[in-house]
């Protein structure tokens, strides 16, 4: 090939341009290569400060709960191992479940379609029932010792609650405290004694847990926390009070530990200890009490002081049952033919006695949805109970009946925009 002075220039000319394009493109190649090195630096980093972090959450898990199973014991359960999110409680309007309903797919299914078909967007279902059994299996180790959770009606409690979640059920545990035969009869060293010797028992046969023992406030915080673990949103203390006719009581008998702790201080103490052990599980926490709280000017000797046990709680929720009430409560000869006028002063004297608190819960009452002598109860006669409350300002409110039978027209007939 022959080659000529201007056919060696423009050689020249296209090996300088390909020599400084290829020194570009590995400059451009070298700089990426950087950036990208240094972005999965910082990534790494970022994740290694997320895994540290993540290991020292669940060292100081490990360290609290190893303290907690130290101080416990048979008591022990496991602290919440996430971040508990935080909710907003609605406006409950709630109806009362045992636990045989909840564990009987017919009957619990029956309620969920109720719910789904009115206004109603609550539970209150048994965790702890009136006879101190666990509606579904334990992992404490003194519930387990003492056999409370032998009558599981609830095989799978984490499907049931998320059953609730997926109908936008708000889910409450009730736990029965101070009522409790099962414990009495595996600990009897728990229960209230006699005088005379041996376990007190009430009118019906039936022991109770002595309100001044520490272990009886330790085992029903136990079952709150694990109901809250288990998903339930809110902790409802029932029976926390002692026997009624609390004169005859006192005559029989005797409480181990009181140690001239009146009995009013012994339940508003038990309640503040309870909401403060469970402040670290994201529940909120309520308690029952009896109607005539909320007029009575004493604790009627059950230990239930309305501006005692308001304060350390964030729902109160009375019974103000009109069938509940003594001929002449209120005027009346027959309270429970006056379901709109009882509620309307049981609830009137309950605002008079908040105006005077500092600090007090939101009133949540129970209101009757059954009979109990005369006249026979109805759908209006609910209706009559929830307007008082409205014309009152309160619109939470729970529905009782023992058996869960409804007054179901009232909440999914043509009368039921009256109860909004």
């Not at 201007?6 to 400059?27: E, P, Q, R, W, Y």
């Not at 078909?117 to 509606?135: C, F, H, P, Q, Y």
């Not at 200890?273 to 909320?294: M, R």
């Amino acid at each position: 090939m022959k080659w000529t002075v201007k056919g060696s220039f423009l050689l020249l000319i296209i090996c300088a341009v390909s020599l400084a394009f290829n020194s570009h493109s590995f400059t451009i190649t070298y700089s990426s290569q950087s950036l990208y090195r240094e972005l999965f630096e910082e990534k790494q980093a970022i994740n290694d400060a997320k895994r540290d972090k993540e290991i020292e959450r669940r060292n100081e898990w490990n360290r609290r709960n190893e303290v907690l199973k130290e101080t416990l014991k048979e008591y022990y359960v496991p602290l919440p191992l996430d971040k508990q999110n935080s909710f907003d409680v609605p406006v409950v309007k709630g109806i009362y479940v045992t636990g045989n309903t909840a564990g009987t797919p017919k009957y619990f299914n029956h309620l969920i379609d109720f719910l789904d078909r009115s206004e109603l967007n609550a539970m209150v279902i048994d965790a702890k029932d009136d006879n101190g059994l666990i509606t579904y299996e334990s992992n404490i180790e003194i519930v387990e010792s003492a056999e409370a959770d032998r009558y599981v009606r609830i095989k799978d409690i984490k499907s049931f609650i998320q059953t609730l979640e997926n109908h936008n059920i708000y889910p409450i545990a009730r736990v029965v405290t101070f009522k409790d035969s099962n414990l009495c009869n595996h600990h009897p060293e728990f229960a209230i004694q006699k005088k005379s010797g041996g376990i007190w028992r009430d009118r019906n046969g039936v022991p109770w847990v002595n309100p001044y023992d520490k272990r009886v406030w330790d085992y029903n915080v136990a079952i709150a926390k694990e109901a809250a673990l288990n998903g339930f949103k809110e902790i409802q203390f029932d029976y926390v009070r002692f026997p009624e006719n609390g004169s005859k009581v006192d005559a029989e008998a005797f409480f181990p530990g009181k140690n001239d702790v009146s009995k009013e201080d012994c339940v508003a103490g038990f309640l503040a200890y309870a909401h403060q052990q469970l402040k670290d599980y994201n529940v909120v926490i309520s308690a029952d009490v009896f109607g005539l709280t909320t007029s009575a000017d004493d604790d009627m000797n059950i230990g239930q002081k309305w501006e005692k046990i308001s304060p350390t709680v964030d729902y109160i929720s009375p019974m103000i049952y009109p069938s509940h009430y003594y001929p002449g409560n209120y005027g009346f000869d027959n309270p429970n033919a006056h379901p709109y006028e009882v509620i309307d002063k049981a609830v009137k004297d309950a605002l008079k006695k908040d105006a005077g608190l500092e600090k007090k819960a939101v009133i949540r009452p129970w209101i009757q949805d059954f009979t109990l002598g005369s006249p026979k109860y109805t759908g209006e006669d609910v209706l009559k109970q929830i307007k008082a409350l409205n014309d009152n300002g309160i619109q939470g409110y729970m529905l009782w009946n023992a058996g869960n039978v409804y007054s179901e027209n009232a909440f999914t007939a043509d009368i039921a925009p009256s109860t909004k």
